[in-house]
């Protein structure tokens, strides 16, 4: 486990993991149909994150990026395939990073409640639209703003002084 998340045990460590995954087929599958151009743009963020992504947000997409195609494979094959069950099962799970992230640094629980943000919305805008990108639909828009998750406030003023 990486050094600034020793707050978590290993279990916590993998939700938290587990709920980029989670993420991706939630906003993916919104629609009630998964398709292979979301996914694959999905992986490449993750994979852009494991080597762009400055601090401790790089370290952790590398921990990510070694399994993620596997891993997001997996969890399409055991997760309900209707899409109202399949939600509910994912919002479920999601819900439980709120406890995980409140043991982070404040810092560290921000940036990766906004990388989660981030993530919906690469997803949600990778199929449909112009030539097959940057357009929304209501369903993705509905589970888009990631409201299970709460926020973690972090003011960074202090950082600039």
Do not use: C
Request: glycine letters at 6%.
């Amino acid at each position: 486990m990486l050094d600034q998340f020793k707050a978590l045990n290993e279990s916590e460590f993998s939700q938290l993991k587990e709920a980029v995954v989670l993420i991706t087929v939630l906003i993916a599958g919104a629609d009630g149909k998964i398709e292979s151009e979301e996914l694959a743009w999905a992986e490449k963020v993750v994979d852009i994150r494991s080597y762009h992504q400055k601090g401790i947000l790089k370290a952790f997409y590398e921990n990510i990026d070694l399994t993620f195609g596997d891993n997001l494979k997996k969890q399409i094959d055991l997760l309900p395939s209707n899409v109202i069950e399949r939600n509910e099962v994912i919002t479920e799970e999601l819900t439980k990073l709120n406890d995980i992230l409140a043991k982070l640094e404040p810092k560290l629980g921000a940036g990766l409640h906004k990388s989660f943000l981030s993530l919906a919305q690469h997803v949600a805008k990778a199929s449909g639209g112009v030539m097959g990108f940057f357009t929304i639909n209501a369903a993705e828009a509905k589970v888009l703003k990631l409201s299970m998750i709460s926020p973690v406030e972090y003011d960074n003023s202090e950082e600039e002084e």
